[in-house]
């Protein structure tokens, strides 16, 4: 099928869809509770979307369409509490989090959905490995041409959301020493990375979707799991990198970081993107997912080494102006805070310290995802 064209929304709009864990409160492991939630939410009004994933142990929410940070936090806490008041129901914690922290993906139950079915059978293994948690962020565009030049504008600040969004350390019960182990699962498919390097709507739609198609092994934007994505049914960008956080305040604050960022760019008063600034791509993304905060990177233009967090804070300095016009300036201040005193990573491994079990590190992200 040809690629749907691109339509129009209105700039800077955000959206967030978060991936959730659903997990035992008798054992803390991860648990096949997706269809009753889902059958029990449907009984009543839900102030969003709500949706199944992969497997029977997530759901992902979706968010409206908001224009400012007020707006969408206040229906992310609305959500929340709706999904928590549905888990104690069916005696299930909900929380956020990359990854689970001792979850075996082999007991892992695929849902029973055709796409679901396809994906599984197509990806053998990894599909169940795939029960790993983010968070997207849509940010509305005026154009296909818009879209592609935010798109690769914006790779020079991805370690920036993979850094402060960072919450999955723990994987099969061990310590990865990675801040977002979460990453590595989903680069172990074929068409994740990077968008190809266009600004022109109709080139990449004619010049590469269509010979991508025209393999065979691609039907739709949805086969991409690209860092960045273009959603031209939405008229959006969609960010992908972003572990799920543990609170829905720290997925609000990402989301207004990410309009700030497009609102600036939007303004050409960078160096326009090429294709080499690819080049540090990859390395740049590994410091992040590998040390997070405390990752250093390699500037794309001039190649010099920056320390992440500096670079975190002095671009969030750089926001203030447009976070201020955009009503965004608490949500960029709750991320200040964060790049100070440390990531969801750091917190859960506190909690690891404390409680001396990874039973201890979910329940603490339950609590954590309840507001307690």
């Not at 799991?225 to 972003?242: A, M, Q």
Request: net charge negative; proline share 5%; hydrophobic share 35%.
């Amino acid at each position: 099928m040809a690629l749907e064209e691109f339509q129009t929304s209105k700039p800077l709009t955000m959206g967030v869809e978060l991936e959730l864990q659903l997990v035992s409160l008798s054992d803390y492991d991860l648990t096949a509770s997706s269809p009753d939630l889902l059958h029990l939410l449907s009984r009543k009004p839900f102030p969003g979307n709500v949706t199944p994933e992969i497997t029977e142990s997530m759901i992902e929410i979706n968010s409206d369409v908001h224009t400012n940070h007020t707006e969408l936090l206040a229906q992310l806490q609305v959500i929340r509490d709706t999904l928590v008041q549905a888990g104690e129901q069916l005696n299930i914690g909900i929380c956020g989090g990359g990854t689970h922290p001792f979850q075996k993906w082999s007991d892992r139950r695929i849902f029973s959905k055709p796409r679901f079915k396809e994906v599984s059978e197509l990806y053998g293994y990894l599909a169940k490995q795939f029960t790993i948690f983010g968070q997207h962020v849509h940010i509305g565009c005026a154009s296909g041409d818009d879209a592609l030049f935010l798109l690769h504008a914006l790779s020079r600040y991805v370690p920036h959301f993979i850094a402060l969004s960072s919450s999955s350390p723990y994987v099969q019960g061990n310590d990865t020493l990675f801040n977002s182990a979460r990453l590595n699962s989903v680069f172990a498919f074929p068409m994740s990375g990077r968008a190809p390097f266009t600004q022109s709507w109709h080139t990449f739609e004619h010049e590469y979707f269509a010979k991508m198609e025209h393999t065979g092994v691609i039907k739709s934007m949805k086969d991409f799991y690209w860092d960045i994505r273009p959603k031209p049914e939405f008229g959006t960008i969609e960010l992908r990198v972003c572990d799920t956080p543990l609170t829905v305040e720290r997925a609000a604050a990402l989301a207004v970081y990410l309009q700030s960022l497009c609102s600036y760019l939007l303004e050409r008063r960078e160096a326009a993107p090429e294709e080499d600034d690819y080049l540090v791509y990859n390395y740049n993304r590994f410091q992040a997912c590998r040390f997070g905060l405390d990752g250093t990177v390699v500037h794309p233009k001039t190649y010099e080494s920056l320390s992440l967090r500096e670079d975190i804070l002095t671009t969030l300095r750089k926001m203030e102006p447009y976070g201020a016009a955009l009503g965004a300036t608490a949500g960029l201040q709750h991320l200040m805070q964060v790049t100070h005193e440390g990531s969801d990573a750091h917190y859960l491994r506190q909690q690891f310290d404390s409680s001396g079990s990874v039973e201890g590190v979910v329940d603490a992200a339950i609590q954590r995802f309840r507001g307690r």
